[in-house]
């Protein structure tokens, strides 16, 4: 599985993005149950979001859903989290 997570927005408006290949990690199957909760939690298109705030494109395996601060569910802020961090 590919998981890409694209943050924009900000206070000084710098683009961010990484991706993680989950494939032969021996936690992948942790990082599918999280993405597929993270994905049912977007929207299909932009999310509104707060003055200087982020916005996050978060793709797994093909399919885009859309997020922003503050309204992102806890799973969406985990894989985030996870993937800006782990991600190359």
């Given at each position: 599985m590919r998981i890409r997570v694209r943050r924009t927005g900000g206070f000084a408006g710098i683009e961010r993005q990484a991706e993680v290949d989950t494939s032969g990690r021996p936690d992948a199957h942790e990082w599918q149950a999280l993405a597929e909760q993270a994905i049912a939690g977007g929207r299909g298109g932009p999310s509104v979001g707060v003055p200087d705030g982020f916005?996050?494109?978060i793709t797994v395996d093909g399919r885009t859903v859309y997020a922003a601060d503050p309204r992102l569910t806890d799973e969406q802020r985990t894989l985030?989290?996870?993937?800006?961090?782990e991600g190359a």
């Open positions: 916005h996050y494109e985030i989290s996870r993937v800006l961090k």
